[in-house]
């Protein structure tokens, strides 16, 4: 089951100086240290998020490892994929923020704040969520480590919503962080409420630095090192692993992040799980709508958003031609719990599709798209 809460501190690390970067054209080897992270405290970005769900392009990328690679991105960048826009300011002093009288927190010694704004059309009408989220973090010579986050609502930033805890503090990453380098540990992260419902989790992880080489979108190219994780948690009874590939430059900076998860009991990806995200900032190009195609290039099934939810979240999806469509959501056993769609004729394009998940219990559920003869399926977890 894949981890729906990220590293938030170091998936902000992405807003590089690329200023830095466009003068490095050469693909080379690179080591990073605790130095090329505390950069970044007392900055803060602009930033546009870009998601991008089809397997069939994503899984190669995921596959490809080794040395003196080159990974193209450019395809995905385009602003018809944008979800969101924001900032993200860094601190090593956060006295008076959510969080910062927990002693669960005491040992942080860097907080990256980030607000996101994610607009919704449904109907012709608008619907906006904007969010704001304090990641406690502890930067030192030996790694980076997480503590967890505190969550609000941007409109009432001082009031936690949601508040993850994790014990003991992952670790992002070791230093130094070269390509050969590998770790393990476990945690357990607990999720708190400020409306009182509580739950938790146990994640095994093994990472390591698998790959290195340079990203390429549009005209930019940018010196990497690639990471690959593998974490793994038991729900019901059964394991559940995702992979998360970490693409970061030489200044230490996170800007691409593709996951996917694994099949149970078996070692092949789940193709409607897959998901590239790029963090875009002043140096990288993306592809004006205008150039884009007007119409999606295949039935492809999005990650809702919020995930984890309580109680709405917005499902979307896209048609590359008119189709009878159903979506459906079952819990993990099988059950139908909710119908959004029943054979309903639809045009191509996006469409968007609100649910409410106030009648059910806290939990992962799964929700399948039937396009046609084309059926995809992912998770989304409710938190209450």
Do not use: C
């Amino acid at each position: 089951m894949k981890k729906t809460v990220t590293h938030l501190f170091y998936g902000f690390f992405l807003a590089s100086i690329f200023s830095l970067i466009l003068s490095l054209n050469a693909k080379a080897q690179f080591t990073l240290n605790e130095s090329d992270f505390s950069a970044l405290i007392g900055t803060g970005f602009d930033v546009e998020l870009i998601s991008f769900s089809q397997s069939g392009s994503l899984i190669p990328i995921i596959d490809q490892s080794g040395e003196d690679q080159t990974w193209d991105l450019s395809s995905f960048a385009v602003q018809d994929s944008v979800y969101g826009s924001g900032n993200i300011e860094f601190f090593n002093s956060f006295a008076g923020k959510p969080g910062a009288g927990d002693d669960h927190f005491s040992d942080a010694n860097v907080m990256a704040q980030s607000e996101f704004e994610v607009t919704f059309s449904i109907n012709g009408s608008d619907s906006t969520i904007n969010q704001i989220i304090y990641s406690y973090n502890e930067l030192t010579d030996s790694g980076l480590f997480e503590y967890g986050n505190v969550q609000a609502e941007a409109s009432a930033p001082e009031t936690p919503l949601l508040t993850i805890k994790n014990t003991p503090s992952e670790t992002v990453y070791p230093f130094p962080l070269t390509y050969g380098t590998t770790w393990n540990y476990s945690y357990t992260s607990e999720t708190i409420q400020s409306v009182g419902g509580q739950s938790s989790s146990d994640y095994t992880v093994s990472g390591e630095v698998d790959g290195w080489g340079e990203v390429v979108i549009g005209n930019t190219t940018i010196p990497v090192l690639r990471i690959r994780s593998e974490e793994t948690t038991e729900f019901s009874g059964f394991e559940f692993t995702s992979v998360t590939i970490i693409f970061v430059d030489e200044n230490g900076f996170e800007f691409a992040s593709l996951s996917a998860d694994l099949i149970p009991f078996s070692n092949d990806y789940d193709p409607d799980t897959a998901n590239l995200q790029i963090t875009a900032y002043d140096q990288i190009n993306i592809v004006s709508a205008e150039t884009s195609p007007d119409l999606p290039q295949s039935v492809s099934l999005n990650q809702n958003f919020p995930n984890p939810f309580n109680p709405t979240t917005q499902i979307s999806y896209q048609l590359n031609r008119s189709a009878e469509v159903s979506l459906t959501v079952y819990s993990l056993t099988g059950q139908r719990v909710q119908t959004l769609l029943s054979s309903e004729m639809k045009q191509a394009g996006e469409h968007i599709v609100p649910f409410n998940a106030g009648n059910l219990a806290s939990g992962v559920y799964m929700y399948r798209l039937r396009a046609g003869d084309q059926i995809f399926t992912r998770k989304m977890t409710l938190l209450k």
